[in-house]
């Protein structure tokens, strides 16, 4: 191997050396950490106040937060911990300004100061033992605690522990600065006292808590039930009205159903009673028709014949009174030729009286004769035309007989529903007959808390009256027919029509 090839060797060997021992002896300080390097001598000085003369800290070098070259064999590096402590601070029986023992519990926040002379002053006191900073610390709040605690009273430090824990740190900062420690914050965490002080002092104060709060929840607890019955009634009054709606549905569709059912019946039955009227008309028709017949065929010529036998009678009476005034005069002019004869004789006075009272006897026989021949022929006319009165009465009964089995047929047929279409038809007139006294009223006051409403409710009072007044006298409940018709509608709507459009309903 050449020379040159190991000098150069032996240089990179020794710069690799060179690198390593820097690199191994260089220090970083970390975020929370502080070096001290000491290796020199301080600087002398001379105390102003005694006169002493002393070296001072410039020989350490305080690193925080960057790098530093430890001279190896020359300077030495140590590392303070500047991160914070949480120290409880626990403190019995101290005497309150009242004389009340109290005890105390806290917790201080304490740290190294992050200024150079901070540090120097903490590494020399606590660099070699850093757990010591505990001990102190609790040792000077400790003191701080009890020293302010006895110029307040406990109720001053329980109203204000802000203002304490600030007298406390302002107490004991000096002695912790002096140290190169810092207090970042202190707090008081309980407050207690010997015996029942606190409770006492607080006994006033709970009993008003706690009857407000009785207060309270009594004023809670009512509107609680108050709500909760408001609730209820609400949800009564939806399930009267729900109540009320499936009652009102009900009954639309009940009536609906009934008058579905009942539309069939009505109209057969409105069918027949057309057809009994017509039957009735034509009845009446033929009634009319047979008085006419019997006025052409009967009344009238028995009337021609009256009126012939009254006229012969009476040509027959002229005729004899005729005869008679004839035979009178002939008779007359006889007697008064025979008076005049016997007058001439004597005697024809007496035989003229004589003859007289002959011929006023024959006279009055012939018209007694007319006479009774008159009344014979009025007598036969009057017994003509009763006989045709007779025909015709009976003729017209028949009729009206007639027309009545066929309505009683009908009626007898459709039963039930015949009988709700009489009583619906005679409803309205019962109605009317019963509101007649209120429409003949001209002016009226009504003195009712019901107001108008009385009215159409005295109507119906009237009514009710009335059928109760109807069922009393003749036996016949109208409500319990009504009630039974509507009853048996639906079981009697179940036939099917018969064949010839008939139906057929049963009780």
């Known amino acids: 191997m ?11 060997v020794l710069l690799v050396l060179l690198a390593l021992v820097v690199v191994t002896r260089y220090k970083v300080a970390g975020p929370s950490e502080a070096f001290i390097v000491t290796g020199r001598r301080g600087k002398k000085a001379t105390d102003p106040e005694t006169g002493r003369v002393f070296t001072d ?25 500047l991160s914070s402590r949480h120290i409880p601070v626990a403190v019995r029986g101290a005497v309150t300004l009242r004389g009340v023992k109290a005890n105390l519990d806290g917790v201080a926040i304490v740290k190294v100061g992050g200024t150079e002379d901070s540090i ?30 006895g110029r307040m009273s406990v109720e001053d430090v329980i109203r204000d522990r802000a203002a304490f824990a600030g007298q406390v740190a302002e107490e004991a900062e000096a002695s912790l600065s002096g140290q190169g420690l810092v207090l970042d914050a202190f707090q008081i965490q ?36 108050q709500a909760r019955l408001k609730a209820e009634e609400e949800i009564a009054i939806a399930q009267r009205t729900f109540a009320l709606k499936q009652a009102e549905i009900k009954a639309e569709t009940d009536e609906a159903a009934a008058r579905a059912a009942a539309a069939g019946p009505l109209a057969e039955a409105a069918r027949q009673q057309e057809i009994l009227t017509q039957q009735e008309k034509v009845a009446e028709r033929q009634a009319a028709l047979t008085d006419r017949q019997l006025d052409t065929q009967v009344r009238k010529p028995a009337d021609a014949q009256r009126y012939a036998a009254e006229q012969e009678a009476e040509a027959k009476r002229v005729a004899r009174v ?27 006075e007496k035989q003229r009286r004589s003859a007289l009272a002959e011929a006023e006897a024959v006279e009055g026989l012939k018209q007694g004769e007319a006479e009774r021949a008159r009344r014979a022929a009025i007598a036969e006319a009057v017994r003509l035309e009763g006989e045709a ?9 028949a009729a009206e007989a007639e027309a009545m089995r066929q309505k009683a047929d009908a009626f007898g047929q459709y039963g039930d529903a015949a009988v709700l279409q009489m009583l619906v038809e005679v409803l309205p007139q019962v109605v009317a007959k019963a509101s007649e006294p209120l429409s003949a009223v001209d002016k009226m006051t009504v ?53 010839n459009g008939k139906v057929e309903i049963t009780g």
Do not use: C, H
């Open 389 to 397: 009165e007779a025909s015709a009465i009976g003729a017209k009964g």
């Open 190 to 225: 309980d407050i207690t006292t010997e015996g029942s002080y606190l409770e006492d002092l607080g006994r006033p104060e709970a009993a008003r808590a706690k009857q407000e709060a009785d207060i309270a929840e009594a004023v809670a607890r009512r509107a609680a039930e």
């Open 2 to 12: 050449s020379p040159v090839v190991v000098a150069v060797a032996g240089v990179v």
């Open 447 to 499: 003195i009712s808390t019901d107001g108008a409403g009385r009215i159409p409710r005295a109507v119906a009072d009237n009514v009710a009256q009335g059928l109760e007044l109807l069922g009393s006298t003749t036996g016949v409940d109208l409500a319990e027919l009504l009630k039974g018709i509507t009853q048996r509608t639906p079981a009697t709507v179940e036939q099917s029509p018969s064949p």
């Open 57 to 81: 800290n410039s020989g350490q070098k305080v690193v925080v937060g960057g790098g530093v070259f430890v001279v190896p064999f020359v300077q030495q590096k140590f590392t303070l911990d």
């Open 120 to 149: 120097r002053a903490a590494a020399q006191r606590f660099l070699m033992q850093q757990d010591g900073i505990v001990g102190f610390t609790q040792e000077v709040l400790s003191g701080a605690l009890r020293a302010i605690v």
């Open 322 to 348: 005729k005869q008679a005034e004839a035979d009178k005069a002939a008779g007359i002019a006889a007697a008064q030729a025979e008076a005049e004869r016997a007058r001439l004789t004597g005697e024809g």
